[in-house]
């Protein structure tokens, strides 16, 4: 037996959520029927899970796990879309960052927070527990705003429009539902 080492919900599902675990696995639970809909096999413990709780262009799960990558999964297609390489010990930490769908932070092992934008190759801004660095923040900044190069203004759920409303079942219904254009999690009636 092993354990569930963390969990996340699905933000345009509430009906669904995914677990890691020290089985080596990435898990997503239908808790309608109770049932594993999903799973991602990795090759080492899963230590981490993390959902963006307000992107409408993917519906990527960040994986850290006992290996220095991180892994993206698309619960849509059943597939890891991106690993992101740069750490050098496990990865203890995701989360992505409220101000972009678009950028992910992580935690390694090694002492190293990385920010990451998940459209270009390689962390755009490490902090460095062991050997402190003053970062700039023209990285961040050009992250947050890309591409409309506005300032970033706070992401709240969205008002609820007549197609957002006719997509999620009424037992299901909450005022942070909201659907993602890329697959077809959080769509369908009930």
Known sequence: LFSVSCAAWFPV?????FTGSFDQTLAGWDTNTQQRVIR??????VYSVAMAPHATS???VACGTGEPQVKLCDPATGNV???????REAVW????????EWVLATGGGEGDVRLWDI???GAFMVLDASNARSAELDPLEHALTFPAQSPVEPAGPAPPTRRMADAVPDHLWSDEAVRCRSSGYGGGGG
């Open 13 to 17: 599902d509430t009906g669904m959520f």
């Open 40 to 45: 991602f096999e990795f090759s080492s413990k």
């Open 58 to 60: 993917h519906c990527l």
């Open 81 to 87: 879309t991106h690993t992101l390489a740069g750490h």
């Open 93 to 100: 930490a995701t989360h992505w960052l409220r101000g972009s």
């Open 119 to 121: 459209r270009r190759a």
